[in-house]
Protein backbone atom coordinates (compact mmCIF):
# COMPACT_ATOMS: atom_id res chain seq x y z
CA UNK A 1 0.00 0.00 0.00
CA UNK A 2 1.28 3.58 -1.03
CA UNK A 3 0.96 5.95 1.64
CA UNK A 4 -0.32 9.09 0.72
CA UNK A 5 0.37 12.58 2.00
CA UNK A 6 -2.75 13.95 1.12
CA UNK A 7 -4.09 12.27 4.15
CA UNK A 8 -2.55 15.17 6.22
CA UNK A 9 -3.34 18.95 6.87
CA UNK A 10 -2.50 20.63 3.45
CA UNK A 11 -1.63 23.67 5.00
CA UNK A 12 1.13 26.25 3.44
CA UNK A 13 4.01 25.19 4.72
CA UNK A 14 6.48 27.37 6.61
CA UNK A 15 9.90 28.11 5.41
CA UNK A 16 12.26 29.55 7.86
CA UNK A 17 14.99 31.78 5.19
CA UNK A 18 18.15 32.05 7.19
CA UNK A 19 20.58 33.94 5.43
CA UNK A 20 23.01 37.48 5.81
CA UNK A 21 22.40 38.61 2.63
CA UNK A 22 18.81 40.44 2.19
CA UNK A 23 18.95 40.40 -1.52
CA UNK A 24 18.65 36.21 -1.12
CA UNK A 25 16.20 36.34 1.23
CA UNK A 26 13.81 39.05 -1.31
CA UNK A 27 15.01 36.56 -3.68
CA UNK A 28 13.56 33.75 -1.96
CA UNK A 29 9.99 35.40 -0.61
CA UNK A 30 9.72 36.31 -4.68
CA UNK A 31 10.02 32.82 -6.06
CA UNK A 32 8.61 30.80 -3.31
CA UNK A 33 6.39 32.88 -1.58
CA UNK A 34 3.24 32.25 -3.58
CA UNK A 35 3.53 28.24 -2.68
CA UNK A 36 5.11 28.73 1.10
CA UNK A 37 5.03 31.23 4.08
CA UNK A 38 8.82 32.52 4.18
CA UNK A 39 10.11 33.86 7.39
CA UNK A 40 13.27 35.74 6.61
CA UNK A 41 15.89 36.09 9.33
CA UNK A 42 19.43 37.39 8.76
CA UNK A 43 21.29 35.33 11.27
CA UNK A 44 21.48 32.13 13.17
CA UNK A 45 20.68 33.20 16.48
CA UNK A 46 17.65 35.15 15.04
CA UNK A 47 16.91 31.80 13.48
CA UNK A 48 17.10 30.31 17.15
CA UNK A 49 15.09 33.20 18.52
CA UNK A 50 12.38 32.45 15.72
CA UNK A 51 12.47 28.57 16.52
CA UNK A 52 11.67 29.53 20.44
CA UNK A 53 8.56 31.16 19.48
CA UNK A 54 7.38 28.82 16.97
CA UNK A 55 8.01 25.80 14.86
CA UNK A 56 8.48 25.89 11.31
CA UNK A 57 7.92 22.66 8.38
CA UNK A 58 11.70 23.64 6.91
CA UNK A 59 14.49 25.60 7.23
CA UNK A 60 16.76 27.10 4.64
CA UNK A 61 20.02 27.80 6.11
CA UNK A 62 22.66 29.89 4.49
CA UNK A 63 26.71 28.52 5.77
CA UNK A 64 28.69 31.58 5.56
CA UNK A 65 27.69 34.09 8.00
CA UNK A 66 29.12 36.73 10.51
CA UNK A 67 28.71 35.65 14.20
CA UNK A 68 27.54 32.00 14.24
CA UNK A 69 27.84 30.24 10.76
CA UNK A 70 25.48 27.43 9.05
CA UNK A 71 27.10 24.93 10.86
CA UNK A 72 26.75 26.22 14.22
CA UNK A 73 23.30 27.26 13.69
CA UNK A 74 22.27 23.99 12.93
CA UNK A 75 23.98 22.11 15.56
CA UNK A 76 22.55 25.01 18.30
CA UNK A 77 19.06 24.64 16.60
CA UNK A 78 19.10 20.60 17.05
CA UNK A 79 18.99 21.10 20.41
CA UNK A 80 15.65 22.75 20.70
CA UNK A 81 13.02 20.09 21.00
CA UNK A 82 11.17 21.71 19.15
CA UNK A 83 12.94 21.75 15.30
CA UNK A 84 13.31 17.87 16.48
CA UNK A 85 12.37 16.52 12.56
CA UNK A 86 12.32 19.73 10.84
CA UNK A 87 14.27 19.24 7.36
CA UNK A 88 17.20 21.52 6.81
CA UNK A 89 18.12 23.17 3.37
CA UNK A 90 22.01 24.46 2.97
CA UNK A 91 21.88 27.23 0.47
CA UNK A 92 25.29 28.56 0.47
CA UNK A 93 27.75 29.96 -2.24
CA UNK A 94 30.73 27.41 -0.93
CA UNK A 95 30.74 25.36 -3.89
CA UNK A 96 33.19 22.36 -2.50
CA UNK A 97 32.79 18.56 -1.40
CA UNK A 98 34.25 19.02 1.84
CA UNK A 99 31.53 21.51 3.22
CA UNK A 100 28.34 19.67 1.27
CA UNK A 101 29.59 16.47 3.60
CA UNK A 102 29.63 17.99 6.70
CA UNK A 103 26.37 19.25 6.17
CA UNK A 104 24.51 16.36 4.95
CA UNK A 105 26.74 14.33 7.97
CA UNK A 106 24.94 16.78 10.25
CA UNK A 107 21.49 16.31 9.29
CA UNK A 108 21.05 18.14 6.23
CA UNK A 109 18.43 17.43 3.65
CA UNK A 110 19.91 19.14 0.81
CA UNK A 111 22.89 21.28 -0.27
CA UNK A 112 22.18 23.47 -3.07
CA UNK A 113 24.49 25.93 -4.19
CA UNK A 114 24.19 29.88 -5.06
CA UNK A 115 23.41 30.93 -7.80
CA UNK A 116 20.39 28.51 -7.55
CA UNK A 117 17.69 27.98 -10.10
CA UNK A 118 14.23 28.63 -8.35
CA UNK A 119 12.22 26.50 -10.19
CA UNK A 120 14.87 23.25 -9.31
CA UNK A 121 14.82 24.89 -5.24
CA UNK A 122 10.95 24.88 -5.31
CA UNK A 123 10.90 20.77 -6.47
CA UNK A 124 13.39 20.04 -4.06
CA UNK A 125 11.77 21.84 -1.30
CA UNK A 126 8.40 20.45 -2.23
CA UNK A 127 10.15 16.47 -2.51
CA UNK A 128 11.42 17.00 0.59
CA UNK A 129 8.22 18.22 2.49
CA UNK A 130 6.64 15.06 1.16
CA UNK A 131 8.83 12.88 2.56
CA UNK A 132 8.25 14.53 5.60
CA UNK A 133 4.57 14.92 5.56
CA UNK A 134 4.65 10.78 4.95
CA UNK A 135 7.12 9.98 8.15
CA UNK A 136 4.61 12.67 9.98
CA UNK A 137 1.35 10.10 8.88
CA UNK A 138 3.18 7.56 10.13
CA UNK A 139 4.46 8.48 13.25
CA UNK A 140 0.29 9.94 13.82
CA UNK A 141 -0.75 6.59 12.45
CA UNK A 142 1.47 4.52 15.00
CA UNK A 143 0.42 6.76 17.95
CA UNK A 144 -3.34 7.13 17.53
CA UNK A 145 -3.05 3.18 17.28
CA UNK A 146 -0.81 3.06 20.36
CA UNK A 147 1.86 0.86 18.56
CA UNK A 148 5.85 1.09 18.01
CA UNK A 149 7.82 0.01 15.43
CA UNK A 150 10.27 -2.74 15.16
CA UNK A 151 12.71 -4.15 12.55
CA UNK A 152 14.38 -7.66 12.44
CA UNK A 153 16.65 -8.55 10.45
CA UNK A 154 17.72 -12.39 10.35
CA UNK A 155 21.31 -12.00 9.90
CA UNK A 156 21.95 -9.48 12.31
CA UNK A 157 19.43 -7.87 15.13
CA UNK A 158 16.46 -6.65 16.30
CA UNK A 159 15.74 -2.40 16.17
CA UNK A 160 12.99 -1.18 17.84
CA UNK A 161 12.00 2.60 16.99
CA UNK A 162 12.95 5.00 20.05
CA UNK A 163 9.74 7.68 19.21
CA UNK A 164 7.50 5.88 20.86
CA UNK A 165 6.07 7.08 23.87
CA UNK A 166 6.18 3.42 25.40
CA UNK A 167 9.85 2.91 25.89
CA UNK A 168 11.21 -0.14 26.34
CA UNK A 169 15.00 -0.91 27.50
CA UNK A 170 17.65 -3.03 27.48
CA UNK A 171 20.47 -2.76 30.22
CA UNK A 172 19.71 0.63 31.07
CA UNK A 173 19.19 1.85 27.72
CA UNK A 174 15.91 4.11 26.72
CA UNK A 175 16.80 5.19 23.40
CA UNK A 176 16.02 3.34 19.32
CA UNK A 177 17.29 -0.28 20.52
CA UNK A 178 19.43 -2.42 18.62
CA UNK A 179 20.47 -5.86 20.28
CA UNK A 180 21.27 -8.90 18.48
CA UNK A 181 18.76 -11.36 20.12
CA UNK A 182 14.96 -11.32 21.49
CA UNK A 183 16.13 -12.84 24.21
CA UNK A 184 17.68 -9.53 25.39
CA UNK A 185 13.98 -7.82 26.37
CA UNK A 186 11.74 -11.10 25.78
CA UNK A 187 10.68 -12.84 29.43
CA UNK A 188 12.54 -15.92 30.02
CA UNK A 189 9.23 -18.12 29.95
CA UNK A 190 7.94 -16.54 26.64
CA UNK A 191 11.01 -17.22 24.61
CA UNK A 192 9.99 -20.96 23.64
CA UNK A 193 6.63 -19.18 22.21
CA UNK A 194 8.71 -16.12 20.27
CA UNK A 195 10.86 -18.80 18.80
CA UNK A 196 7.78 -21.20 17.79
CA UNK A 197 5.73 -18.38 16.44
CA UNK A 198 8.89 -17.13 14.40
CA UNK A 199 9.29 -21.11 13.10
CA UNK A 200 5.67 -21.09 12.15
CA UNK A 201 5.98 -17.58 9.77
CA UNK A 202 8.89 -18.46 8.51
CA UNK A 203 7.90 -22.21 7.74
CA UNK A 204 4.95 -20.82 6.09
CA UNK A 205 2.68 -22.43 8.48
CA UNK A 206 1.11 -18.75 9.59
CA UNK A 207 0.35 -15.52 7.55
CA UNK A 208 2.39 -13.51 9.71
CA UNK A 209 4.78 -13.35 12.59
CA UNK A 210 2.44 -12.87 15.68
CA UNK A 211 2.40 -13.49 19.21
CA UNK A 212 2.19 -11.50 22.78
CA UNK A 213 5.03 -11.66 24.86
CA UNK A 214 6.18 -9.68 28.20
CA UNK A 215 9.08 -7.40 27.21
CA UNK A 216 11.49 -5.65 29.91
CA UNK A 217 10.39 -1.94 30.45
CA UNK A 218 12.14 1.20 31.74
CA UNK A 219 12.31 0.50 35.45
CA UNK A 220 12.39 -3.46 34.73
CA UNK A 221 8.96 -4.35 34.99
CA UNK A 222 7.86 -6.53 32.19
CA UNK A 223 4.53 -6.12 30.05
CA UNK A 224 2.71 -7.76 27.88
CA UNK A 225 2.96 -6.78 24.43
CA UNK A 226 1.55 -7.96 20.68
CA UNK A 227 4.03 -8.55 18.30
CA UNK A 228 2.90 -8.21 14.68
CA UNK A 229 5.33 -8.60 11.72
CA UNK A 230 5.82 -9.68 8.06
CA UNK A 231 8.57 -9.74 5.64
CA UNK A 232 10.10 -6.90 3.80
CA UNK A 233 12.49 -8.64 1.32
CA UNK A 234 13.89 -11.52 2.06
CA UNK A 235 15.83 -10.94 5.21
CA UNK A 236 14.28 -8.84 7.38
CA UNK A 237 11.27 -8.49 9.05
CA UNK A 238 8.99 -5.67 10.04
CA UNK A 239 5.96 -4.72 12.28
CA UNK A 240 4.59 -3.38 14.85
CA UNK A 241 4.35 -3.92 18.34
CA UNK A 242 1.34 -3.02 21.20
CA UNK A 243 1.10 -2.11 24.92
CA UNK A 244 -1.96 -5.40 25.40
CA UNK A 245 -1.07 -5.29 29.08
CA UNK A 246 -4.48 -4.18 30.23
CA UNK A 247 -6.03 -6.57 27.90
CA UNK A 248 -3.32 -9.84 29.68
CA UNK A 249 -4.45 -8.63 32.67
CA UNK A 250 -8.06 -8.89 32.04
CA UNK A 251 -7.71 -11.96 30.43
CA UNK A 252 -5.97 -13.23 33.24
CA UNK A 253 -8.66 -12.21 35.72
CA UNK A 254 -11.45 -13.80 33.56
CA UNK A 255 -9.28 -16.71 33.38
CA UNK A 256 -8.97 -16.93 36.99
CA UNK A 257 -12.81 -16.16 37.66
CA UNK A 258 -13.34 -18.83 35.34
CA UNK A 259 -11.38 -21.56 36.66
CA UNK A 260 -12.60 -20.38 40.23
CA UNK A 261 -16.41 -20.93 38.56
CA UNK A 262 -15.28 -24.28 37.58
CA UNK A 263 -14.08 -25.12 40.83
CA UNK A 264 -17.58 -24.32 42.56
CA UNK A 265 -19.05 -26.05 40.58
CA UNK A 266 -17.10 -29.23 40.30
CA UNK A 267 -17.32 -28.73 44.03
CA UNK A 268 -21.04 -28.75 43.67
CA UNK A 269 -21.25 -32.07 41.30
CA UNK A 270 -23.43 -29.33 39.10
CA UNK A 271 -23.35 -30.55 35.28
CA UNK A 272 -22.68 -27.45 33.44
CA UNK A 273 -23.91 -26.95 29.73
CA UNK A 274 -22.86 -24.21 27.13
CA UNK A 275 -24.42 -24.17 24.12
CA UNK A 276 -23.83 -21.42 21.20
CA UNK A 277 -27.21 -22.06 20.12
CA UNK A 278 -26.15 -21.31 16.18
CA UNK A 279 -23.80 -24.52 16.76
CA UNK A 280 -24.53 -27.95 16.49
CA UNK A 281 -21.99 -28.14 19.58
CA UNK A 282 -22.61 -28.27 22.90
CA UNK A 283 -20.00 -27.65 25.81
CA UNK A 284 -20.09 -29.54 29.12
CA UNK A 285 -17.60 -29.59 32.22
CA UNK A 286 -16.12 -32.48 33.98
CA UNK A 287 -19.42 -33.05 36.37
CA UNK A 288 -21.59 -33.37 33.22
CA UNK A 289 -19.88 -36.28 31.58
CA UNK A 290 -19.20 -37.74 35.00
CA UNK A 291 -22.57 -37.87 35.50
CA UNK A 292 -23.71 -39.80 32.62
CA UNK A 293 -20.37 -42.34 32.70
CA UNK A 294 -18.79 -40.18 29.57
CA UNK A 295 -15.22 -40.00 29.45
CA UNK A 296 -14.18 -36.18 31.03
CA UNK A 297 -12.15 -35.65 28.12
CA UNK A 298 -14.92 -35.33 25.51
CA UNK A 299 -16.38 -32.11 27.06
CA UNK A 300 -17.77 -30.86 23.12
CA UNK A 301 -20.76 -32.93 22.56
CA UNK A 302 -23.01 -32.67 19.57
CA UNK A 303 -26.49 -31.35 20.49
CA UNK A 304 -28.26 -34.28 18.58
CA UNK A 305 -26.46 -36.58 20.32
CA UNK A 306 -27.18 -34.97 23.96
CA UNK A 307 -31.01 -35.13 22.69
CA UNK A 308 -30.66 -38.55 22.12
CA UNK A 309 -29.69 -39.28 25.81
CA UNK A 310 -33.30 -38.24 26.77
CA UNK A 311 -35.44 -40.77 27.88
CA UNK A 312 -38.25 -41.12 24.85
CA UNK A 313 -41.37 -40.62 26.85
CA UNK A 314 -39.29 -37.29 28.17
CA UNK A 315 -38.02 -35.52 25.31
CA UNK A 316 -41.12 -34.20 23.15
CA UNK A 317 -41.83 -31.98 26.85
CA UNK A 318 -37.99 -31.19 27.17
CA UNK A 319 -37.79 -30.30 23.32
CA UNK A 320 -41.11 -27.92 24.23
CA UNK A 321 -39.47 -26.65 27.16
CA UNK A 322 -36.65 -25.61 25.39
CA UNK A 323 -37.70 -24.45 22.22
CA UNK A 324 -40.31 -22.09 24.81
CA UNK A 325 -36.79 -20.82 26.62
CA UNK A 326 -35.18 -20.19 22.94
CA UNK A 327 -37.76 -17.91 21.68
CA UNK A 328 -39.75 -16.40 24.58
CA UNK A 329 -36.62 -15.61 27.05
CA UNK A 330 -38.92 -18.13 29.71
CA UNK A 331 -35.77 -19.49 32.11
CA UNK A 332 -35.23 -22.88 31.45
CA UNK A 333 -36.79 -25.69 34.32
CA UNK A 334 -37.30 -29.75 33.52
CA UNK A 335 -36.84 -32.48 35.61
CA UNK A 336 -36.44 -35.80 32.43
CA UNK A 337 -33.97 -39.31 32.52
CA UNK A 338 -31.35 -39.66 30.69
CA UNK A 339 -30.00 -42.61 29.88
CA UNK A 340 -26.23 -43.71 31.48
CA UNK A 341 -23.74 -44.91 29.16
CA UNK A 342 -24.70 -48.17 31.18
CA UNK A 343 -28.02 -48.29 30.53
CA UNK A 344 -29.84 -47.18 33.35
CA UNK A 345 -32.20 -43.63 33.74
CA UNK A 346 -30.49 -40.85 35.60
CA UNK A 347 -33.17 -37.83 36.56
CA UNK A 348 -31.81 -34.98 36.17
CA UNK A 349 -32.84 -31.18 36.88
CA UNK A 350 -32.45 -28.85 34.72
CA UNK A 351 -32.27 -25.06 34.98
CA UNK A 352 -31.04 -22.80 31.75
CA UNK A 353 -31.45 -19.49 30.28
CA UNK A 354 -30.46 -17.95 27.22
CA UNK A 355 -27.36 -15.28 28.14
CA UNK A 356 -26.57 -13.66 24.87
CA UNK A 357 -29.11 -12.98 21.52
CA UNK A 358 -28.42 -10.99 18.37
CA UNK A 359 -29.80 -7.61 18.00
CA UNK A 360 -32.59 -9.24 15.75
CA UNK A 361 -33.34 -11.29 19.31
CA UNK A 362 -32.57 -14.66 18.03
CA UNK A 363 -30.56 -16.69 20.87
CA UNK A 364 -26.49 -16.78 20.43
CA UNK A 365 -26.16 -18.86 23.50
CA UNK A 366 -27.78 -20.23 26.51
CA UNK A 367 -26.30 -21.99 29.45
CA UNK A 368 -27.66 -24.09 32.14
CA UNK A 369 -26.61 -26.72 35.12
CA UNK A 370 -27.91 -29.77 35.53
CA UNK A 371 -28.25 -31.56 39.00
CA UNK A 372 -28.69 -35.30 39.54
CA UNK A 373 -32.42 -35.41 41.40
CA UNK A 374 -32.06 -39.79 41.13
CA UNK A 375 -32.58 -40.53 45.22
CA UNK A 376 -35.13 -37.06 45.62
CA UNK A 377 -37.16 -39.31 42.56
CA UNK A 378 -36.37 -42.92 43.90
CA UNK A 379 -37.70 -41.43 47.86
CA UNK A 380 -40.92 -39.59 45.71
CA UNK A 381 -41.54 -42.90 44.01
CA UNK A 382 -41.23 -44.73 47.56
CA UNK A 383 -43.71 -42.27 49.45
CA UNK A 384 -45.71 -42.65 46.18
CA UNK A 385 -45.76 -46.24 46.16
CA UNK A 386 -46.57 -45.92 50.22
CA UNK A 387 -49.55 -43.96 49.87
CA UNK A 388 -51.39 -45.61 47.17
CA UNK A 389 -50.19 -49.18 46.90
CA UNK A 390 -50.83 -51.76 49.80
CA UNK A 391 -47.12 -52.75 51.27
CA UNK A 392 -47.81 -56.41 52.12
CA UNK A 393 -49.28 -57.18 48.72
CA UNK A 394 -48.24 -54.30 46.44
CA UNK A 395 -51.67 -54.38 45.12
CA UNK A 396 -53.28 -50.51 44.55
CA UNK A 397 -54.81 -49.63 48.34
CA UNK A 398 -57.74 -48.28 48.83
CA UNK A 399 -57.13 -44.55 47.85
CA UNK A 400 -55.82 -45.42 44.56
CA UNK A 401 -58.86 -47.77 44.29
CA UNK A 402 -61.24 -44.49 45.11
CA UNK A 403 -59.28 -42.71 42.42
CA UNK A 404 -59.62 -44.83 39.70
CA UNK A 405 -63.31 -45.74 40.34
CA UNK A 406 -64.15 -41.96 40.09
CA UNK A 407 -62.25 -41.57 37.02
CA UNK A 408 -64.45 -44.95 35.77
CA UNK A 409 -67.62 -43.52 36.83
CA UNK A 410 -66.95 -40.19 34.72
CA UNK A 411 -66.06 -42.17 32.06
CA UNK A 412 -69.45 -44.35 32.07
CA UNK A 413 -71.16 -41.32 32.17
CA UNK A 414 -69.99 -39.76 29.62
CA UNK A 415 -70.04 -43.30 27.28
CA UNK A 416 -73.36 -44.73 29.08
CA UNK A 417 -71.34 -48.02 29.53
CA UNK A 418 -71.12 -49.67 32.82
CA UNK A 419 -68.27 -50.95 35.22
CA UNK A 420 -68.43 -53.77 38.04
CA UNK A 421 -66.96 -53.87 41.17
CA UNK A 422 -66.31 -57.22 43.02
CA UNK A 423 -66.17 -57.37 46.68
CA UNK A 424 -63.81 -60.79 47.59
CA UNK A 425 -63.36 -61.35 51.00
CA UNK A 426 -61.95 -64.70 52.42
CA UNK A 427 -63.79 -67.11 53.92
CA UNK A 428 -62.49 -67.99 57.33
CA UNK A 429 -59.39 -66.33 57.19
CA UNK A 430 -59.34 -65.35 60.87
CA UNK A 431 -58.93 -69.61 61.63
CA UNK A 432 -55.25 -69.80 59.18
CA UNK A 433 -54.14 -66.99 61.51
CA UNK A 434 -55.14 -68.62 64.24
CA UNK A 435 -53.75 -72.17 63.03
CA UNK A 436 -51.04 -71.93 61.28
CA UNK A 437 -49.79 -67.99 62.54
CA UNK A 438 -50.32 -64.92 61.16
CA UNK A 439 -47.05 -65.55 59.25
CA UNK A 440 -48.78 -68.09 56.94
CA UNK A 441 -51.65 -65.40 57.02
CA UNK A 442 -49.70 -63.13 55.04
CA UNK A 443 -48.15 -65.73 53.13
CA UNK A 444 -51.94 -66.60 51.40
CA UNK A 445 -52.95 -62.98 51.12
CA UNK A 446 -49.64 -62.68 49.04
CA UNK A 447 -50.71 -65.46 46.86
CA UNK A 448 -54.28 -64.17 46.92
CA UNK A 449 -53.06 -60.61 45.25
CA UNK A 450 -50.94 -62.59 42.62
CA UNK A 451 -54.10 -64.73 41.76
CA UNK A 452 -56.34 -61.53 41.08
CA UNK A 453 -53.83 -59.68 39.33
CA UNK A 454 -53.68 -62.51 37.28
CA UNK A 455 -57.69 -62.96 36.52
CA UNK A 456 -58.00 -59.06 35.28
CA UNK A 457 -56.74 -57.23 32.28
CA UNK A 458 -53.99 -54.62 32.38
CA UNK A 459 -57.14 -51.44 32.62
CA UNK A 460 -58.50 -53.51 35.23
CA UNK A 461 -57.61 -52.61 39.16
CA UNK A 462 -57.39 -55.44 41.78
CA UNK A 463 -56.83 -53.87 44.93
CA UNK A 464 -56.54 -54.91 48.76
CA UNK A 465 -58.89 -52.63 51.24
CA UNK A 466 -57.17 -54.53 54.32
CA UNK A 467 -57.30 -57.96 56.46
CA UNK A 468 -58.58 -60.24 53.63
CA UNK A 469 -60.32 -57.66 51.85
CA UNK A 470 -59.80 -57.51 48.61
CA UNK A 471 -61.69 -55.25 45.48
CA UNK A 472 -61.57 -55.92 41.40
CA UNK A 473 -62.81 -53.37 39.50
CA UNK A 474 -63.84 -53.64 35.78
CA UNK A 475 -63.74 -50.02 34.82
CA UNK A 476 -65.78 -50.26 31.23
CA UNK A 477 -67.86 -52.87 30.46
CA UNK A 478 -71.10 -52.89 27.89
CA UNK A 479 -73.92 -50.27 27.45
CA UNK A 480 -75.71 -53.53 28.22
CA UNK A 481 -76.71 -54.46 31.62
CA UNK A 482 -77.21 -57.95 30.68
CA UNK A 483 -73.65 -57.71 28.17
CA UNK A 484 -71.63 -56.17 30.73
CA UNK A 485 -73.67 -58.80 33.61
CA UNK A 486 -72.86 -61.62 31.78
CA UNK A 487 -68.74 -60.57 31.44
CA UNK A 488 -68.24 -59.54 35.06
CA UNK A 489 -69.60 -62.42 36.16
CA UNK A 490 -67.34 -64.42 33.55
CA UNK A 491 -64.16 -62.28 35.80
CA UNK A 492 -65.81 -63.14 38.77
CA UNK A 493 -66.69 -67.03 38.57
CA UNK A 494 -62.59 -66.98 37.18
CA UNK A 495 -61.39 -65.32 40.28
CA UNK A 496 -63.84 -67.73 42.45
CA UNK A 497 -62.16 -70.67 40.83
CA UNK A 498 -58.42 -69.08 40.98
CA UNK A 499 -58.96 -68.69 44.34
CA UNK A 500 -60.65 -72.00 45.18
CA UNK A 501 -57.23 -73.76 44.22
CA UNK A 502 -55.50 -74.86 47.54
CA UNK A 503 -52.29 -72.98 48.55
CA UNK A 504 -48.38 -73.85 49.05
CA UNK A 505 -47.74 -71.95 52.42
CA UNK A 506 -44.68 -72.77 53.18
CA UNK A 507 -44.29 -76.68 54.42
CA UNK A 508 -48.36 -76.68 54.46
CA UNK A 509 -51.17 -76.83 51.74
CA UNK A 510 -54.22 -74.89 52.80
CA UNK A 511 -57.49 -74.56 51.39
CA UNK A 512 -59.43 -71.63 50.86
CA UNK A 513 -62.12 -70.09 49.35
CA UNK A 514 -63.83 -66.31 48.55
CA UNK A 515 -66.85 -64.86 48.65
CA UNK A 516 -67.70 -62.26 46.30
CA UNK A 517 -69.98 -59.87 46.20
CA UNK A 518 -70.50 -58.24 42.82
CA UNK A 519 -72.20 -54.91 41.52
CA UNK A 520 -72.59 -53.01 38.62
CA UNK A 521 -72.37 -48.95 38.35
CA UNK A 522 -72.72 -46.32 36.02
CA UNK A 523 -72.18 -42.89 36.07
CA UNK A 524 -75.72 -41.85 35.80
CA UNK A 525 -78.27 -41.81 38.70
CA UNK A 526 -75.81 -39.84 41.31
CA UNK A 527 -73.86 -42.91 41.60
CA UNK A 528 -71.13 -42.35 44.21
CA UNK A 529 -68.21 -44.42 45.33
CA UNK A 530 -69.25 -45.27 48.78
CA UNK A 531 -72.90 -46.02 47.39
CA UNK A 532 -70.90 -48.70 45.19
CA UNK A 533 -68.91 -50.07 47.61
CA UNK A 534 -71.50 -50.54 50.29
CA UNK A 535 -73.74 -51.96 47.32
CA UNK A 536 -70.79 -55.08 46.31
CA UNK A 537 -69.71 -55.03 50.28
CA UNK A 538 -73.63 -55.90 50.84
CA UNK A 539 -73.80 -58.84 48.08
CA UNK A 540 -70.83 -59.91 49.38
CA UNK A 541 -71.88 -60.62 52.95
CA UNK A 542 -75.29 -61.67 51.36
CA UNK A 543 -72.46 -64.45 50.00
CA UNK A 544 -71.29 -65.12 53.32
CA UNK A 545 -74.75 -65.45 54.78
CA UNK A 546 -75.87 -67.95 52.18
CA UNK A 547 -72.91 -70.71 52.44
CA UNK A 548 -69.34 -68.60 51.49
CA UNK A 549 -67.45 -69.99 48.40
CA UNK A 550 -69.60 -68.01 45.87
CA UNK A 551 -70.96 -64.85 44.05
CA UNK A 552 -73.58 -62.74 44.78
CA UNK A 553 -74.87 -60.06 42.45
CA UNK A 554 -76.07 -57.12 43.79
CA UNK A 555 -79.88 -56.16 42.49
CA UNK A 556 -79.89 -52.56 41.54
CA UNK A 557 -78.51 -53.27 38.42
CA UNK A 558 -78.90 -57.13 37.47
CA UNK A 559 -80.94 -57.64 34.92
CA UNK A 560 -83.77 -60.25 35.23
CA UNK A 561 -82.18 -63.47 33.88
CA UNK A 562 -78.91 -62.87 35.84
N1 LIG B 1 -52.17 -62.46 58.40
C1 LIG B 1 -52.85 -61.32 58.38
N2 LIG B 1 -54.02 -61.24 58.96
C2 LIG B 1 -54.71 -60.08 58.92
C3 LIG B 1 -54.21 -58.97 58.33
N3 LIG B 1 -55.13 -57.96 58.47
C4 LIG B 1 -56.16 -58.44 59.11
N4 LIG B 1 -55.92 -59.76 59.41
C5 LIG B 1 -56.76 -60.68 60.06
O1 LIG B 1 -57.76 -61.11 59.13
C6 LIG B 1 -58.82 -61.59 59.84
C7 LIG B 1 -60.09 -61.09 59.23
O2 LIG B 1 -61.11 -62.00 59.49
P1 LIG B 1 -62.59 -61.72 59.05
O3 LIG B 1 -62.63 -61.50 57.57
O4 LIG B 1 -63.19 -60.69 59.89
O5 LIG B 1 -63.21 -63.10 59.38
P2 LIG B 1 -62.94 -64.44 58.69
O6 LIG B 1 -62.20 -65.30 59.60
O7 LIG B 1 -62.31 -64.31 57.36
O8 LIG B 1 -64.39 -64.96 58.56
P3 LIG B 1 -65.35 -64.62 57.38
O9 LIG B 1 -64.88 -63.41 56.68
O10 LIG B 1 -66.67 -64.43 58.03
O11 LIG B 1 -65.30 -65.83 56.51
C8 LIG B 1 -58.65 -61.15 61.29
O12 LIG B 1 -58.20 -62.25 62.05
C9 LIG B 1 -57.55 -60.11 61.19
O13 LIG B 1 -56.76 -60.08 62.38
C10 LIG B 1 -52.93 -59.07 57.75
O14 LIG B 1 -52.39 -58.12 57.19
N5 LIG B 1 -52.29 -60.25 57.78
Known amino acids: MRLESHLLDEAKASILAVDDTPAILQLLELTLG ?8 ESGQAALDAFRQRQFDLVMLDLMMPDMDGFETLKRLKELPSFEGTPVIFLTAMDDLTNECSALELGADDYITKPFKPNLVRLRIANILHRVRLQRLLSLALAGADQ ?21 TVDGQVKALEFKDWREVCHPDDVPAVSEASRDYLSGLKPAFEIDVRLRRLGGTWTWFNIHGKFSGAEMIIGTYR ?33 AVQE ?114 GLPN ?67 LGGDEFVIMLPQLSADAAMAMKDAMTVANKVLRNLGVSYQLGRHEYDSTPSIGLSLFSGAHGETVDGILRRADAAMYEAKRTGRNRICVDQAFAPANA
Open 34 to 41: IDYEIVPV
Open 398 to 464: RRLLIDRLVQAIEQNRRNATLGALMFIDMDRFKTLNDTLGHDHGDMLLIEVARRLSGAVRKMDTAAR
Open 280 to 393: PIVRHNAAWCRLFGLGEETANHPVAEVLAMINPDDRPEVERLLHECLVNDQQFFAEYRVRHVDGWDVWVQARGKVVERAADGSPLRMVGALQDISEKKRIEEEYRRLALFDTLT
Open 243 to 275: NVEARKQAELKLRESEERLRHVMDATGEGIWDW
Open 148 to 168: GLWSWNLDGGVRIASAWSQPL
